[in-house]
């Protein structure tokens, strides 16, 4: 499944208040938020897929991962990953 960043772009824009995404910076540096600005593709779909199925649990980040289609997944990933660019 093909990503559209610009797609991406928008619906992300509720993880930065958490990621930091813009800019890189995690904006709460004394919560441990992982960095997921600039990580590989596969590994970002892998993560929110194992969110959305319940495998890895977080109560965020499933919250986040179930109301995302298939597409909306591959649409956040190819954001994101481009951000390292
Ligand atoms: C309320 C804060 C919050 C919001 C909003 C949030 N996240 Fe997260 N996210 C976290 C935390 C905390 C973790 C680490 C959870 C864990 O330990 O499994 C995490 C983990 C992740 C991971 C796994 C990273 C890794 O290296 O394992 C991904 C991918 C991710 N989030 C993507 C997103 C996306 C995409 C959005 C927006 C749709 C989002 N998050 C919104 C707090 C948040």
């Known amino acids: 499944?093909?990503?559209?960043?610009?797609?991406?772009?928008?619906?992300?824009?509720?993880?930065?208040?958490?990621?930091?995404?813009?800019?890189?910076?995690?904006?709460?540096?004394?919560y441990h938020v992982p960095m997921i600005g600039g990580q590989s593709p596969e590994y970002l779909v892998n993560a929110l897929h194992e969110y959305k199925r319940g495998t890895r649990r977080h109560p965020t980040m499933q919250a986040q991962a179930q109301s995302f289609t298939d597409q909306d997944i591959a649409d956040i990933a190819a954001f994101l990953s481009e951000l390292s660019k």
């Open 1 to 30: 499944m093909t990503g559209d960043a610009a797609t991406g772009r928008q619906l992300t824009y509720t993880c930065q208040g958490c990621h930091g995404v813009e800019g890189y910076r995690n904006i709460y540096p004394h």
